[in-house]
């Protein structure tokens, strides 16, 4: 099943005084910019309401962006459309996805140049977390764990199942896990959101001594959007999730309908099978 596809709203070349630039003279005396941003959201509402405040608003947009390239001065264009557009995901209410493109008119090479650009894209992505504990206090290290990671710039939590008590995988010979799933909203890559989630669990003592043994904390991405990485140190979606009803179960109370990018199954019908299984 497809996802539905986004309205744009484009603002091509607004062009704004600023003070970006590696060498100094650039920073003291400042040059134009040219900023181009097309944003992703719905319209429809707006398209059948003519409601301003059912769509985003370019005039507001427009000034955001002018105010934010003249209150900043950065060396490089790409870290200017980097912190940009995370700025105006952040305070765009309605914007699910942005591309900004910064231009640099007569940029200072020594040769006859027209211009030179950096265009970036991002957006909100939906994360599944993957929580587990059987050493000490393993309520409270889900309950830090969750605090933290909505504590963190530029995510927030917007689900969080209850705490499932569930017998070890592997490694028999140890305590019960407490186990749980929550949905995260991020503007951080699978790679940056894995470095957090290995902090989380190196602050509450996580050992990583015996494969499936016990353990303070666990934290795993289940699911990154619908995004399939096979890397040596990130797997997405997480291996072999589809036959652990410790992850499908908590997973199932605030996603059943969310569908495995490689199976092509969704929550519902892989605990299904694997309850069946039983």
């Not at 493109?101 to 992505?125: F, N």
């Not at 008590?165 to 949905?183: H, I, K, R, S, W």
Request: net charge negative; proline share 4%.
């Amino acid at each position: 099943m497809s996802k539905k596809s986004l309205d744009k709203i484009k603002i091509e070349n607004l062009e704004i005084f600023a003070n970006h630039g590696v060498f100094q003279e650039e920073n003291k005396l400042g040059q134009k910019f040219l900023v181009s941003a097309t944003l992703y959201t719905d319209t429809r509402r707006a398209g059948r309401t003519d409601e301003l405040t059912a769509s985003i608003h370019y005039g507001e947009v427009s000034q955001f962006i002018d105010s934010y390239m003249k209150c900043h001065t950065f060396q490089l264009i790409e870290r200017v459309a980097e912190s940009l557009a995370e700025e105006l995901l952040v305070n765009i209410p309605l914007l699910q996805k942005v591309r900004i493109e910064v231009k640099k008119p007569w940029a200072p090479i020594g040769l006859p140049l027209e211009t030179v650009s950096v265009e970036v894209e991002r957006q909100w992505h939906m994360a599944y977390i993957a929580l587990g504990s059987n050493i000490g206090d393993s309520r409270q290290y889900l309950n830090d764990a969750v605090g933290q990671l909505n504590a963190l710039q530029n995510t927030s939590v917007t689900k969080c199942s209850k705490y499932y008590v569930t017998p070890p995988y592997g490694m028999v010979e140890q305590d019960d896990f407490l186990n749980a799933c929550l949905e995260l909203r991020t503007l951080m890559t699978p790679e940056e959101l894995l470095e957090e989630l290995h902090k989380i669990e190196l602050g509450a003592g996580r050992e990583r001594i015996v494969h499936w043994g016990p353990r303070t904390l666990d934290l795993d991405i289940i699911f990154y959007d619908d995004l399939i990485v096979e890397e040596n140190d990130l797997c997405i979606p997480h291996v072999e999730m589809h036959k652990r009803k410790f992850v499908l179960e908590p997973l199932h109370e605030i996603a059943p309908y969310k569908r495995h990018p490689v199976y092509g199954k969704t929550v519902r019908e892989m605990l299904e099978k694997v309850c069946g299984a039983e």
